[in-house]
């Protein structure tokens, strides 16, 4: 098993948005804000997605691979900070 760690920081003046699959969940990071991803897998590991909205918004996904794959703000899980009505 291997294990893995980034950080993503928003170095955009907009907002990017998170989707965190397969959950679904959306999550903005700010300007100047960062996530930890840290993933430990076995053969695949996470795959990150830049994608844009159709208003050009800038999207990364995170796809897990065949492990266990965390996204974290200050400590947080992020899908903790989600609200439920805010997930696909």
């Given at each position: ?70 996204v974290?703000?200050?400590g ?13």
């Open positions: 098993m291997a294990e893995y760690q980034l950080k993503i920081r928003n170095d955009f003046i907009k907002t990017l948005s998170l989707n965190i699959e397969p959950e679904g969940a959306f999550f903005p990071l700010l300007m100047g804000e960062e996530v930890t991803v840290t993933d430990e897998f076995k053969e695949a590991p996470v795959t990150l997605s830049l994608t844009a909205s159709s208003s050009g918004e800038p999207i990364l996904t995170i796809w897990p691979g065949d492990g266990d794959v965390r974290e703000q200050n947080i899980d992020v899908l903790a900070l989600v609200p439920s009505s805010v997930r696909a």
